[in-house]
């Protein structure tokens, strides 16, 4: 089983908070607000998007590339700790 579908509640729910970020902003889009607050609805969206995107390849990448279980040896740990702190820091 991936982890998408044994995660899957959890990312649907995170999908759904940023569905509703996006409707936040065509709400303050239609009501012609301020662009300060347009611009903070989009860096939260961001935000959030980012953060999923990050969770997802940092769960990719324990499950598929350094599964100990599955692969002992196969990669460096620490090295994949290593890439995911540099994926988390780009996707902020």
Do not use: F, W
Request: charge should be neutral; aromatic fraction near 2%.
């Amino acid at each position: 089983m991936t982890h998408t579908v044994r995660e899957k509640q959890k990312l649907l729910a995170r999908v759904r908070r940023i569905r509703g970020q996006v409707e936040a902003i065509e709400r303050a889009l239609e009501s012609e607000a301020g662009c300060e607050k347009v611009m903070h609805l989009l860096a939260g969206l961001r935000g959030a998007t980012s953060g999923l995107m990050a969770e997802v390849v940092e769960d990719h990448v324990r499950t598929h590339l350094v599964d100990a279980d599955r692969h002992p040896g196969a990669l460096n740990v620490e090295a994949a700790d290593q890439l995911l702190d540099v994926i988390r820091t780009y996707v902020k």
